[in-house]
């Protein structure tokens, strides 16, 4: 439905009449207006501060220039021009300007063609095109010639009501006695939080109006103001060598650093990763106190729910705590303003630029910790809150992922070996308070961590790759090997002194197949192998990029500088024996069963994610040979392979669909007996040959 058809015609003025159509069509006749000297500049400035709030009428649409509008130098087509005009001084008097103002408003009226806009978006992006009709233009023109009549009878209306300010040279300003300055300063002292452009276009109507409804404007402007102010109320302080205890709210930061100071110097053996935090005595940057009305009115709500309930401690007191939460910096904004979000995504992009997805390993709900350094593992923003824990469950890592918090506890504290709580899991953001922000300085947020111990108890109704070796009775078992202590980079060097040695020169064009450029660039290197020659630099990229460092090989031909080994997660174990089943396909021989155990753990360097969690899902995992000549052959070799930490990876799971998962790493094994049509069972009597071959691929023979 068009707009010319929405309007209801009911408030025609005298400059209107009504045509057979129904549409509004313009009188000629104009308004005589004083002709007020357009080259004072005070007049100028306040014509042009006229045109600009007409410009922008929602009526005035289609009378300014959009991004599709084609320029034309003959004929002043917009207010934009009207605008450009008086910035350049080309008018001599008011009247003028009116007179343009009317002159765009008839010719687009009049033109009788459709107005097609094109709109942006924010920065450029999401177009919108709107259409308007002949009609639609029409009635829009009628409105504006409104505003401006409106705007000319008050603005320039007979002296008397307005008063004359000043005479020089024979040039009369008239303003209105009231200074729109002035007043928007007033309504800026009242209603702060009112965005400018509201007040300032408020000021406009009470200095051009001769008569207003105070009380109207005054409420509208209340509920604006309401509506635009903060959420929270923040106080910021830095540390220093003089302290003012007097002034306002300071309290709160020494206990705010007083907290961060006596548990980020405390130790533990805890089973998540620790951030390295440098200079620790000097590490906080400031620290920024937090006043949420709201938010102080639902925590205190919950306690004294809790408190109704009896989830009170030997003094008839609702325990409080305060807990350290780490997230991303531009995170923090929203959470002091409406609080935490149980499943709200973390901000922070993975190594495929993708968003990283929320592990709850520990059970569903907003993750806290009395140690920072924990905290700081996901974010530089460090939040300390204070914490309701309520009936709170205690939990001690079992080496498999625990069940989620039952309905009759309100949170969980996860302990370490030592009974020291590490991690706090509370189920309601109705328990929490966020209470001060701690930035710390850039210099001391390092990128280094300690990684966790394991804290994992025995127990008699443990599986297989929990118990200890004598309850796996029968069973060999291997481990793979432990990790180097040196770093990543140092590993390369190693790597690169063992296995290659510095290219002789040669006259002709040899290019680097890794970067295509001439290899007498830069330094260049042979394999120890092959003898492939490539720019030294160009090697310890492609070795970084390895699973492994402890190994060279090969862009060309993939031959295998060293020893390939993998990523494997350090923890797990393989275990093998023999019975005396049958294997389809092998009637004549035994069967060997392999378990596989993994466990839960830290990503490490050579990792996607280093210091994210990663998750053991479907473990143990079996699988199945012949006890046959081939079938041990296989056995020496898969082992072989397990030491090496090529069986398993860490990364994207295909089948479950997540990221940070321990999965297979291209070796093929035979999961289940009999196959029923997914392959991963017998009879396959080309099996042992392949799996073999594929062994030999990556080093294994």
């Not at 990763?273 to 938010?295: F, G, V």
Request: hydrophobic residues 30%.
């Amino acid at each position: 439905m068009s707009l010319a058809i929405k309007r209801r015609m009911e408030d025609r003025n005298n400059d209107v009449q009504c045509g057979c159509d129904g549409l509004l069509i313009k009188k000629n006749k104009r308004s005589e207006v004083l002709k007020c000297n357009m080259k004072n500049k005070e007049v100028k400035n306040k014509v042009f501060e006229i045109v600009t709030i007409l410009s922008n009428s929602i009526f005035a649409t289609p009378f300014i220039k959009m991004v599709n509008d084609l320029v034309d130098d003959k004929n002043l087509q917009y207010f934009d021009d009207v605008l450009q005009n008086i910035e350049e001084y080309k008018y001599e008097s008011s009247q003028q300007v009116f007179d343009d103002l009317d002159d765009i408003l008839n010719r687009n009226a009049d033109s009788g063609k459709e107005a097609n806009l094109l709109l942006l978006g924010n920065n450029g992006i999401g177009m919108r095109k709107m259409n308007y009709y002949h009609e639609d233009v029409q009635v829009m023109a009628t409105q504006m010639r409104k505003k401006i009549q409106k705007i000319q009878e008050a603005l320039f209306r007979q002296e008397g009501e307005y008063e004359q300010i000043e005479k020089n040279q024979n040039i009369e300003i008239i303003q209105p006695q009231k200074d729109t300055d002035q007043i928007y300063k007033q309504l800026h002292s009242r209603f702060p939080s009112v965005p400018a452009v509201i007040l300032m276009t408020k000021a406009l109507d009470i200095s051009l109006s001769k008569s207003i409804d105070f009380d109207c404007v005054e409420k509208e402007l209340e509920e604006t103001n309401k509506k635009f102010q903060p959420k929270f109320q923040s106080y910021k302080f830095y540390p220093s060598r003089q302290h003012d205890f007097n002034k306002d709210k300071v309290i709160h930061s020494y206990i705010a650093g007083y907290q961060f100071h006596k548990m980020i110097t405390k130790l533990s053996n805890a089973p998540v990763p620790m951030r390295t935090i440098l200079n620790m005595s000097d590490a906080i940057e400031s620290i920024t106190y937090i006043e949420n009305k709201e938010l102080t009115e639902t925590y205190e709500k919950q306690r004294d729910l809790f408190k109704k309930q009896g989830k009170v401690d030997e003094n008839g007191n609702v325990e409080e705590m305060l807990l350290f939460h780490g997230t991303a910096v531009a995170s923090l904004d929203s959470i002091l303003t409406s609080n935490f979000i149980v499943d709200a995504l973390p901000q922070q992009l993975n190594t495929q630029n993708e968003q990283r997805k929320k592990t709850m390993m520990f059970g569903r709900g907003v993750y806290f910790s009395e140690l920072p350094a924990i905290s700081l593992m996901y974010g530089n923003g460090l939040l300390l809150c204070k914490v309701l824990p309520g009936n709170c469950e205690i939990l001690k890592p079992q080496g498999a992922p625990p069940p989620e918090i039952s309905e009759e506890y309100d949170s969980r504290e996860v302990q370490s070996n030592n009974s020291q709580g590490v991690i706090h899991v509370v189920k309601s953001p109705a328990q929490i308070m966020p209470y001060c922000v701690i930035q710390l300085k850039k210099q001391s947020l390092s990128s280094h961590y300690t990684k966790p111990s394991q804290c994992v108890q025995q127990n008699s109704s443990a599986t297989p790759s929990q118990a200890p070796d004598q309850a796996q009775a029968g069973w060999s078992m291997v481990r793979g090997e432990q990790s180097k202590a040196h770093s990543k980079m140092i590993t390369i060097q190693k790597t690169m002194q063992n296995y290659t040695f510095p290219a002789a020169s040669s006259a002709d064009q040899q290019t680097c197949s890794i970067c295509c450029d001439l290899l007498s660039n830069e330094p260049a290197v042979s394999l120890s192998r092959c003898g492939h020659k490539f720019h030294s630099l160009c090697v310890q990229e492609v070795t970084a990029h390895q699973a492994g460092q402890q190994h060279i090989q090969c862009p060309n031909c993939q031959t295998i500088q060293g020893v390939k080994t993998g990523n494997q997660p350090t923890e797990g174990e393989m275990r093998w024996r023999k019975n005396n089943g049958k294997v389809p396909g092998y009637p004549d021989c035994g069967m060997i069963v392999i378990k596989y155990s993994m466990v839960d753990g830290v990503q490490e360097d050579c990792h996607p994610h280093p210091g994210k969690p990663f998750h053991a899902k479907g473990f143990p995992r079996t699988a199945i040979l012949p006890d046959n000549q081939q079938g041990n052959v296989v056995l020496k070799l898969l082992i072989k392979a397990f030491q090496r930490r090529l069986i398993f990876t860490v990364g994207p799971s295909l089948t479950r669909g997540e990221e940070d998962c321990v999965t297979w790493n291209g070796i093929h094994h035979k999961t289940v007996l009999l196959d029923a049509g997914s392959g991963h069972g017998y009879p396959d009597g080309g099996y042992l040959d392949r799996v073999v071959e594929e062994l030999k691929q990556i080093g294994v023979e």
